[in-house]
């Protein structure tokens, strides 16, 4: 008697596979092939998928079909515009297209806490399962005057510490998640950060100079 092979879409997909085909879901929205509405939607739909056959239909129409799908895509830097004029004497981040590789921050059962001084390029991402990642931004720059951030983040933490002058715009799709923008001391006309993603059970917390309101927060550190 002769066994057939288990049909492949009914194979359960692994965190590692989920992660390969949000990374395709994030690079086509950073070169325009998606809207903002569809990368969250197919991530979120991407960190759900229990099956290969529930994450096939994610990227269909973004890769090309073939024997085996890579779902292995870096993210792209994209064009970059023009240099922008630093803030001068004004506080803040200086915007540096010039520093333009593009960073991914991935912490699975894991942390990252760089080093103070942390550059974000134009488009970056941070993926954080079950783990935490800790950026903190004083002393560092920008890739853009508006620097997106996308984000993977299940039932882990990511926290953002920004200096004065740079304001930020949560636009994460959120299930049963938190976040706290809060202290934030932004300058008319400055940079801009970002963070767009999905957040599943999990925790965004972005964190500015006002060390009153910080001082004030329990479990907040200034």
Aim: hydrophobic fraction near 40%; glycine fraction near 10%; charge should be negative.
């Amino acid at each position: 008697m002769t066994t057939q092979p288990p049909d492949p879409a009914t194979l359960r997909a692994s965190d590692h596979d989920r992660q390969l085909v949000a990374d395709v879901i994030t690079a086509a929205y950073a070169d325009g092939r998606i809207t903002h509405e569809e990368l969250d939607e197919r991530l979120a739909a991407a960190w759900t998928a229990r099956t290969f056959g529930d994450l096939t239909p994610i990227t269909a129409d973004l890769v090309t079909p073939g024997p085996t799908v890579q779902y292995a895509t870096a993210l792209p830097g994209g064009p970059r515009n023009p240099p922008l004029p630093t803030l001068g004497d004004r506080p803040g981040l200086p915007v540096r297209p010039d520093v333009a590789a593009p960073h991914r921050f991935t912490a699975i059962l894991s942390s990252i806490k760089p080093d103070r001084g942390v550059h974000l390029p134009e488009h970056s991402s941070a993926t954080v399962i079950m783990g935490e990642v800790r950026l903190d931004l004083r002393g560092g720059s920008l890739g853009a005057a508006e620097t997106v951030l996308t984000i993977s983040n299940v039932m882990g933490s990511l926290r953002i510490t920004v200096p004065a002058g740079v304001g930020v715009r949560d636009e994460t799709t959120r299930i049963m998640a938190e976040s706290k923008v809060h202290g934030l001391v932004p300058n008319p006309g400055g940079p801009v950060l970002v963070i767009r993603g999905v957040q599943i059970m999990a925790e965004l917390k972005v964190v500015g100079p006002d060390r009153p309101t910080l001082g004030s927060m329990p479990g907040i550190t200034p």
